[in-house]
């Protein structure tokens, strides 16, 4: 008993030890501060040069078609600059340059066989046509009077009754005779207007075999080639004007506000240094619904880098030369004559004829990068009979053997005149210094803002004007709230405005984490140590 009692009075006291201590209570813990970053509340000025990407995009494009169906005969090459038509007052200024044409046999026959009808129609109105109604008109004046004397010899019974029914008959067949010819003479008249008209329309269509530039351009594509069938409304090339251009800038609605029409504006292009100057041609109606931002468009010329004047020599890089050219054989790879291009390459002067090469330029199997310097060469040539076509718009032609040019030789093509042999070069090929889809920085100017208070986006809570709010870090680093109106917004700051922030200025306002914070909880700001 003894023993089973001590044991017992071991396992009681534990517990009871246990229950003594399930009826005190833990003295509550102290919650800790809510971890924020902060900046001080001061006045500023930001007021600043804004520079801002923007977008080039182009002043006009088009695509051009025919009026009219035929077989095509030239089509210009992409690439190409040309010129616009201009017609002020009524008169043509500049016709424009070529940019497509078709056969015009067809439609020159069609002009020639419209012209003969109007030929046989103004015949039939002029000549045919009243003389009919002249010999009608004199067969019923000779019935009429017929009838008049039949019927004064039938009241005096010296005529039938026969005879004047005849008579009549015969003067009413006259009449009708004077309506028929009269409605020829109309139909004559009508049928020259309509063969009038349809020689206008077949010249019309003559002239429509020809397409010229509407506008100064560049052009972008080509979708027909020299042979092909065109037919009315199928584009065969496009065109893209590149001077002026535009340029698409997104600005926020503060920003947008400060910014008027006419304003003059500066753009920076990447690897050219001088600025360029536009002015401010419009802005957007409405933001974007997505971003919020307002389009400014600026409108600026286009310039042309690198394209010396003619027969400008550099003293420093050499000759100009705007373009390299390959010597070829009328089949790859069968024997034969070289053949050069005729209008860039082909050059004679007293001397005789001959082309430039680059010095120690040449193409083997594998392609070699060009030489450092380039000297030009002069090459003796002598030129062959055969010629060779292509599509229109590059003529080539043979050059006998003499073997001073071999398919694989560089040659220089528009070389300016003034080379010498022996003359340092540089390729110069022009290039517009904006093509659409281009990044340039757009300079808009001093954007004069308020001075006041100005915070970072993330330290306003709330998406109204009227319901926005800041915490400040008060005595013992408790959060205040502190209602606010939102001001103007400018790279990633807003103005605030409230009665309070003159006596706050110098305290700190809560930035990151200000979203989580409640009006009177303590904050630890990061950085500073509590």
């Not at 005969?73 to 078709?102: M, P, S, Y």
């Not at 046999?105 to 009919?132: M, N, Y």
């Not at 700051?493 to 110098?506: K, M, Q, T, V, Y």
Request: aromatic share 6%.
């Amino acid at each position: 008993m003894n023993r089973i009692a001590g044991r017992g009075a071991a396992f009681v006291l534990p517990a009871l030890a246990w229950l003594s201590a399930c009826g005190e209570q833990p003295a509550p813990s102290t919650p800790s501060p809510r971890p924020v970053e902060a900046v001080v509340l001061e006045r500023s000025d930001p007021s600043q040069r804004l520079r801002v990407p923007g977008i080039v995009r182009s002043w006009a494009e088009q695509d051009i078609a025919f009026e009219v169906a035929g077989r095509i005969g030239f089509v210009i090459n992409e690439g190409e600059q040309v010129r616009g038509r201009w017609e002020e007052g009524g008169e043509v200024l500049v016709e424009g340059d070529v940019l497509a044409r078709l056969d015009p046999a067809e439609f020159e026959a069609a002009v020639r066989a419209a012209e003969a009808d109007l030929e046989s129609a103004l015949i039939q109105r002029d000549s045919a046509a009243p003389a009919e109604l002249a010999r009608a008109e004199a067969r019923r004046v000779e019935a009429s009077e017929n009838l008049s004397r039949t019927e004064t010899a039938f009241a005096q019974d010296a005529a039938s009754e026969l005879d004047f029914v005849r008579a009549r008959a015969q003067f009413e067949v006259a009449e009708a005779e004077v309506a028929v010819a009269r409605s020829g003479v109309r139909s004559a008249s009508a049928a020259a207007l309509r063969a009038e008209a349809t020689l206008t329309q077949a010249r019309l269509d003559l002239k429509n075999t020809e397409i010229r530039a509407p506008f100064g351009a560049e052009v972008s594509d080509r979708f027909e080639i020299v042979g092909g069938y065109a037919t009315p409304g199928t584009r065969v090339l496009s065109l893209t004007m590149l001077d002026p251009i535009e340029i698409a800038v997104q600005v926020s609605a503060a920003t947008a506000r400060s910014i008027a029409p006419e304003n003059l504006v500066r753009f920076y292009v990447g690897g050219i240094e001088r600025p360029f100057s536009g002015k401010v041609l419009r802005k957007s109606t409405s933001a974007d619904p997505g971003t919020q931002t307002f389009t400014i468009t600026v409108i600026a010329r286009n310039q042309i880098v690198d394209r010396p004047a003619d027969g400008e020599r550099v003293a420093e890089r050499g000759v100009p030369v705007p373009s390299i050219s390959l010597p070829h054989l009328e089949l790859a790879g069968v024997p034969g004559p070289v053949f050069v291009l005729e209008e860039d390459v082909l050059r004679r002067d007293s001397g005789g004829w001959y082309v430039w090469a680059f010095e120690g330029w040449e193409l083997d199997a594998l392609g070699e990068q060009r030489p450092e310097e380039l000297i030009l060469r002069r090459v003796p040539v002598t030129p062959g009979e055969a010629r060779l076509n292509y599509q229109g718009t590059f003529l080539a032609r043979s050059l006998e053997p003499s073997g001073t040019v071999s398919p694989d030789q560089v040659l220089a093509a528009g070389v300016p005149d003034g080379a010498r042999d022996g003359d340092r070069a540089f390729l110069s090929a022009p290039r517009w210094a904006c093509r659409p889809g281009d990044v340039v920085r757009v300079d808009l100017g001093r954007v004069s803002l308020e001075p006041g208070f100005y915070v970072p986006e993330d330290a306003i809570v709330g998406t109204g004007e009227s319901s926005a709010r800041v915490y400040l870090v008060g005595e013992g680093s408790v959060a205040r709230s502190v209602d606010v109106e939102l001001g103007a917004a400018i790279d990633g700051l807003r103005g605030i405005r409230s009665p309070e922030l003159d006596a706050a200025a110098g305290s700190r306002v809560i930035t990151v984490g200000a979203s989580g914070v409640a009006d009177g909880e303590r904050v630890s700001v990061l950085g500073e140590g509590g």
